[in-house]
């Protein structure tokens, strides 16, 4: 999970004093970050989107349709709704006027604490409507979040630009030079069909299959089996993950640093260990032996998972790597909505080495 920074622990610690929040901002100032750091720091909090397509692909419950079963308001003491711009503002005074029904109190939202996280810029053609709603008037504390996590300043400069408008900025469709390898930046389920297809042409000399690891020292095996649930959605390691020699990897966190071994740093395996562990040729020229990493939340500690982090890198989705840690990627603007674009490219350390296959549309 993250660090919070100082307007990121600002809402934490209003949650913690039972106060509803409107945090805004744009596109990778850690949103969606700060909603999973909630989701798994307060015990009865519930994570939910405003975006039924996201609902629909991350499994996540659908704000308007979740607000309708008045028990689920009667469960839940946090409710965190991420992509909240897209709610209209009949859609959250109803879920205001349900929560109550269900809580049997007049309260504001029948006395639970709503976070509500927005992007204005993120609209698209959609109104704002939001804030016109009598409940969001009832949300006393708002808190902007105006940094990038993680993107270069001159990158964070020609993006913003880019949304303004200035379609020059972003590199025009071309080739990567001669001798690089580069990766698809796509969606999840682009990446997984694209890196399974690629597997199935090889015929590797050896293959390992690694099995995410379970240690605990919780006494209930059913908190456990709820505990590993939470890590799993929290983290975009692979329970199975299954690797051969020469398959293309990239790292899905900071591995060591001081070795330069951080978070989107791409490789290729060279063989296995006595031990079984990949051993891993990475871009900077050194090959290092990638061990197990332990995953675990905050609301959770005495359970931790053990997985090793890498992912298949032939294609790479981009909710599973952080801004700023790619280079040489090819992108085909036909695999995003428009709105999703931002978030797409601040994942890339220098935007002169993105590729697209076809021209990228204007910003939404």
């Given amino acids: 999970m993250i660090t919070p ?23 990778r100032s850690g949103k969606t970050a700060l909603a999973y750091l909630l989701w798994s720091v307060f015990e009865r909090a519930v994570l939910l989107t405003a975006d039924r397509a996201e609902a629909e692909r991350t499994g996540m419950g659908y704000a308007p349709k979740w607000s309708g079963r008045g028990r689920r308001w ?27 029904a269900a809580r049997t109190s007049k309260k504001p939202f029948g006395g639970a604490v709503l976070v509500l996280l927005l992007d204005r810029y993120m609209c698209g ?17 708002t808190v902007k979040l105006a940094s990038v996590f993680g993107v270069k300043r001159d ?8 949304r303004r408008g200035r379609l ?22 682009g990446a997984a069909l694209m890196n399974s297809s690629v597997m199935q042409k090889m015929s590797p000399l050896m293959t390992r299959a690694y099995a995410a690891l379970t240690e605990s020292s919780l006494d209930d095996p059913d908190a456990t089996t709820q505990a590993v649930s939470i890590i799993d959605s ?37 063989s ?43 294609a790479v989705a981009y909710t599973d790597v952080p801004t700023n840690s790619l280079t040489h990627v090819t992108i085909d603007p036909i695999d995003f909505r428009p709105r999703e674009m931002y978030s797409v490219l601040t994942r890339c350390t220098d935007l002169s080495t993105v590729c697209f296959t076809a021209p990228c549309p204007p910003p939404v």
Avoid at 87 to 93: G, I
Avoid at 157 to 162: G, H, I, P, R
């Fill in 234 to 270: 929290c983290f975009p390691y692979q329970t199975v993950l299954t690797l051969c020699t020469g398959a293309r990897v990239v790292l899905l966190c900071d591995y060591d640093r001081g070795r330069g071994l951080v978070a989107g740093m791409k490789g290729t395996i060279t």
């Fill in 168 to 189: 020059d900025l972003l590199p025009t469709p071309s080739q990567h030079p001669q001798g690089v390898v580069p990766c698809r930046l796509t969606t999840s389920c």
């Fill in 125 to 141: 053609t959609k109104r704002f409507t939001i804030d016109r709603a009598e409940a969001y008037r009832t949300i006393p504390h």
């Fill in 74 to 100: 009667r469960n839940a003491d946090v409710v965190i709704v991420d992509d909240a711009h897209l709610l209209s503002s009949d859609q959250l005074d109803r879920m205001d006027q349900e929560a109550k």
């Fill in 272 to 314: 296995f260990t006595e031990a079984g562990l990949p051993m891993v040729f990475f871009e900077n020229s050194k090959v290092e032996e990638i061990d197990r990493v332990s995953w675990s939340v905050p609301r959770h500690p005495a359970v931790h998972r053990l997985q090793i982090p890498l992912k298949l890198g032939w």
């Fill in 5 to 27: 920074n100082e307007r990121q622990a600002t809402v934490l610690h209003l949650v913690e004093e039972g106060e509803s929040v409107s945090v805004s901002g744009p596109a």
């Fill in 155 to 162: 990158t964070a400069k020609k993006l913003f630009a880019w």
